[in-house]
């Protein structure tokens, strides 16, 4: 019996206070999204992810008391045109070393903008950011995709600088991350890490120690340029289909919501 409900517990979907805003969200993200394509602007997806040490060496650290080992964060962009032509930075992220680079954002819109003119640039939200409650009326949906600014790890992304480029700085809201080709980029990334690893370490034995060096640069230089452009566009199309399918579904659960309502009221 215990088998049987938890079974059924499974199946069971939480609904809570933030679903229609964050749906509200998701719409206008889509619709503030496809207006600029509309009007011309290339798609960017700017974002960060985290490689920890255990990823690059292989060690298993889960049965061993709690160890702090290096964290590297990388930042990079991408799209349907494949990685953005700028120079990918990594950072050591450790207790010692926690600063964020006011300048990289500058670099970096200068760049897409020599590359692809105006760019609708899609960075990821904040969780407890998405789930404030959005402002009402007209200025409240044209205001909702674009925040004040996104702060990431290494980089803070300003809006007012994006638009000093002619781009456009919008926010997918976190709740929909799989909106956001980039994390496939990074998950391809991380299992070329995983399944090449040993092709980048070199041993030295001694006659007391055993040495193991790892090519470090090389390994995350040539997992991210194994994510070619095929497999950007790949990814892009995947994301379009999904929100093909999601503007019609969430418009539909909008207008259950407004009935339901209408019906309470009576």
Not at 8 to 18: D, P, S
Not at 73 to 78: D, R, S, T, V
Not at 136 to 162: D, M
Not at 248 to 262: F, I, N, R, V, Y
């Amino acid at each position: 019996m215990a088998r049987l409900t938890n079974s059924l517990l499974k199946n069971i979907v939480i609904r809570t206070q933030f679903d229609s805003v964050r749906r509200k969200q998701c719409l206008q993200y889509l619709n503030t999204l496809r207006t600029l394509q509309y009007d011309g602007y290339k798609t960017v997806y700017f974002g960060e992810t985290e490689i920890p040490e255990t990823l690059v060496t292989g060690e298993d650290f889960s049965d061993s008391y709690y160890m702090n080992t290096p964290t590297w964060c990388i930042l990079h962009a991408g799209g349907s045109q494949g990685w953005v032509p700028w120079k990918y930075r990594m950072f050591l992220r450790d207790d010692l070393c926690i600063k964020q680079e006011d300048s990289l954002f500058f670099e970096f819109c200068d760049v897409v903008k020599k590359a692809y003119g105006k760019c609708a640039i899609v960075v990821k939200g904040r969780r407890q950011q998405d789930e404030m409650k959005p402002k009402a009326g007209k200025e409240g949906e044209a205001q909702a995709c674009v925040p004040t600014s996104i702060n990431l790890t290494s980089i803070v992304c300003s809006p007012g600088v994006a638009k000093s480029y002619g781009h456009e700085l919008i926010s997918l809201p976190s709740a929909y991350n799989y909106l956001n080709p980039l994390d496939s980029a990074w998950s391809s990334m991380k299992w070329f890490i995983i399944n090449n690893r040993k092709e980048f370490c070199l041993q030295s034995i001694d006659n007391v120690y055993a040495y193991q060096y790892i090519l470090f640069s090389d390994l995350i230089s040539k997992g991210i340029e194994k994510v070619s452009l095929s497999k950007w566009k790949a990814l892009t199309s995947k994301v379009r289909r999904s929100s093909d399918i999601l503007v019609p579904s969430m418009c539909l659960t909008k207008a259950q919501d407004c009935h339901e309502k209408q019906v309470w009221m009576r």
